[in-house]
């Protein structure tokens, strides 16, 4: 059986509706009904919980009640029975859902993300993740050794914020946070309203709309020096405003004064196939080929993570557009080689 996006957690909540017997559908007024869910009570209730950005549709419910009821290989053999006119329900208000069998390609899956986040013990990215690891490998036989292997800093300094801002995130809180900028001498407190936690470059940033300043902005983790949850309160994010922040941007800094521009970078032919497998921003074009070089465009607006990138590709890489650009990573490379000179 081909699985798709959210589909167990449709039949639990599926479950959990028609186990609701004091539930008044929305086809019916008559107190007989009672218990009842319509396929568009049913939408509804998935669609909340699931926080999806499209309803389910009446054809996928329906799949999913069928596979439910027969499908061998889910083994759940649930006895919903359909009023016609009204909606389903159980037969058996005393039936369960039991969790069917894993496969054995499940169980092979399964090993592969033991293996995967054991690489995570010790380095709290989230709350009970060794937990976790550990219960797996109580009942999943795990293999003896990492074939993969994720770029973990476990030493990294502001790791021990990531978990209370995720809570505060859900909850709607606002936080007091003393910060010390690597450009600043004193810690200033700010008050915030986390809205994303973003990762980049093996570093964790809170995007944030800030009391004192009034507007939104990018914090590292690793300069907090302390949270304090508040009784202010919340300003609710703008998901738009979010998603414009970062999209014309690599990384995490944006200039409010910089325009998205056209940059050109021509690339060495060998190091090109690493922008081809591997895109650095979703505008990026290939525009233009020859036997040594290969030149891609992009629409961005120039910041420091930009600069450090073409950069890190040294001699390979040539910014061809803007001029302004291309001046500051020559003055740069004039700089470096100075250096060596000293």
């Known amino acids: 059986m081909a699985l798709t996006k959210n589909q167990f957690a449709r039949y639990r909540i599926i479950h959990e509706c028609l186990k609701n017997d004091l539930h008044i559908p929305s086809s019916s007024a008559n107190p007989e009904d009672r218990g009842i869910w319509p396929i568009a009570d049913l939408s509804e209730t998935i669609t909340e919980k699931l926080d999806l950005e499209k309803p389910v549709s009446n054809r996928q419910l329906a799949e999913d009640i069928s596979r439910m009821k027969d499908n061998p290989d889910l083994a759940y053999y649930a006895p919903i029975e359909n009023k016609k006119g009204i909606g389903y329900y159980y037969s058996s208000r005393d039936y369960k859902l039991k969790d ?23 380095f709290k990215y989230f709350e009970n993740v060794e937990g976790l690891i550990y219960n797996l490998e109580e009942n999943v036989t795990r293999s003896e050794f990492h074939n993969i292997q994720f770029d973990v800093l476990p030493d990294y300094r502001g790791i021990e914020f990531i978990e209370p801002i995720k809570k505060t995130i859900r909850n709607q809180k606002v936080l007091k946070m003393t910060y010390k900028a690597f450009y600043e001498g004193a810690e200033i407190p700010r008050h915030i309203h986390p809205y994303l936690l973003k990762e980049y470059n093996n570093r964790w940033f809170v995007y944030a709309y800030t009391n004192e300043y009034k507007g939104e902005g990018v914090y590292g983790l690793d300069r907090i020096i302390k949270l304090e949850q508040t009784d202010k309160r919340y300003k609710k994010p703008d998901k738009k405003k979010i998603t414009d922040y970062f999209k014309d941007i690599i990384g995490v800094t944006n200039y409010e004064d910089h325009e998205v521009e056209e940059i050109v970078l021509r690339v060495k032919k060998a190091r090109a196939n690493y922008l081809r497998t591997k895109p650095i921003h979703r505008s990026q074009k290939l525009i233009k080929e020859s036997l040594e070089y290969d030149w891609f465009s992009f629409r961005l607006k120039p910041n420091r993570e930009l600069t450090a990138l073409i950069l890190g590709f040294g001699e390979d890489m040539v910014v061809g557009k803007p001029q302004v650009l291309a001046q500051e990573i020559k003055g740069i490379l004039h700089k470096a080689a100075d250096n060596y000179n000293q």
């Open 100 to 122: 069917r069998p894993l496969s054995s390609a499940e169980i092979t899956a399964i090993k592969e993300v033991i293996d995967l986040l054991g690489q995570f013990k010790g």
